[in-house]
C-alpha cells in the first residue's frame, strides 16, 4: 500500500536555528507532493507543494522543500527558524491524482 | 467564501450513543475528504468522495463507521455506536476540479466519547 513516512515525530530547536524535516513515500505513479501546516489549535494549512518542475520549491514564510526523486523524498528545510513556527507540520502525497495521504506528522517546538 | 464548514467543533457523548458529524465542502468542489486525526495515529484518510461518489473507503476502521454525500454540498460521518477510541478531532477538506490538488481543511470536530 502506498505510504507516507514522517522520521521525526518531535523536534525541538532553538530560535535561529536551522530546521530540516524528513518526508519519504512509496512510490505509486504520478505524484503530487505537499506540505501542511497546524498551528496550535488551528485546522491545516497548505505551506507549499510540488507538482513538476524546479525540485526546488518555495512557500510560505520562508519554507522550501526538495523533490529527489530517486531518494522518493520530500524534505521541508527552512534556515533560521522563529518561535511562531511552533506547530505540526505533515507531508502529504497525492497518487495519481486521486487520494490525499498524510504522514503521521512531526511536531516542531522553537524555543524563544 | 466561507470555507469549508464542519458541525459539531465538539461533541462529548457516552459510549453506545450515535455520532454524526457534518461538513459542508467549499461550493464547486467536487471532492470531498474525512481525515481522523489522533496522537497514536496522525491524519489518517478514513474516506473520500469524488463527485458525491465514494470512491475509497479502505480507510474507515470498522463498519460502525459510515459516510454519505447525498448532494455537492453536504456530506456526513456517523459513527454507531460509538467507542471510547472513537475519541479524536475529525477533519473534513475538499478540493476543486482546477484546486491544483490542493485541499482545503475545515476547522475540525472534536469528539470524546465518554
Known amino acids: 500500500a502506498q505510504s507516507v513516512s514522517q522520521h521525526n515525530h518531535h523536534v525541538i530547536l532553538s530560535e535561529a536555528a536551522s530546521l530540516e524535516l524528513g518526508c519519504n513515500y512509496s512510490y505509486g505513479g504520478t505524484v503530487n507532493l505537499f506540505w501542511y501546516v497546524q498551528y496550535p489549535g488551528q485546522h491545516l494549512q497548505l505551506l507549499l507543494k510540488y507538482f513538476s518542475g524546479d525540485p526546488l520549491v518555495k512557500g510560505i514564510k520562508g519554507f522550501e522543500a526538495e523533490f529527489i526523486k530517486s531518494k522518493f523524498s520530500f524534505n521541508l528545510r527552512k534556515p533560521s527558524v522563529q518561535w511562531s513556527d511552533t506547530a505540526e507540520y505533515f507531508c502529504a502525497v497525492s497518487y495519481n491524482n486521486n487520494d490525499m495521504r498524510f504522514g503521521a506528522g512531526t511536531r516542531l517546538t522553537v524555543k524563544p | 467564501d466561507a470555507g469549508v464548514i464542519q458541525s459539531p467543533r465538539h461533541e462529548v457523548t457516552e459510549m453506545g450513543q450515535e455520532v454524526t458529524l457534518r461538513c459542508k465542502p467549499i461550493s464547486g468542489h467536487n471532492s470531498l475528504f474525512w481525515y481522523r486525526q489522533t496522537m497514536m495515529r496522525g491524519l489518517e484518510l478514513l474516506i473520500y468522495?469524488?463527485?458525491?461518489?465514494?470512491?475509497?473507503d479502505s480507510g474507515m476502521p470498522e463498519d460502525r463507521f459510515s459516510a454519505k454525500m447525498p448532494n455537492a454540498s453536504f456530506s456526513t460521518l456517523k459513527i454507531q455506536p460509538s467507542e471510547p477510541r472513537d475519541s479524536a478531532v475529525y477533519f473534513c477538506?475538499?478540493?476543486?476540479?482546477?484546486?491544483?490538488?490542493?485541499?482545503?481543511f475545515g476547522a475540525g470536530s472534536r469528539l470524546t466519547v465518554l
Open positions: 468522495f469524488n463527485n458525491n461518489v465514494p470512491i475509497d
Open positions: 477538506a475538499s478540493r476543486g476540479v482546477s484546486g491544483a490538488n490542493v485541499l482545503t
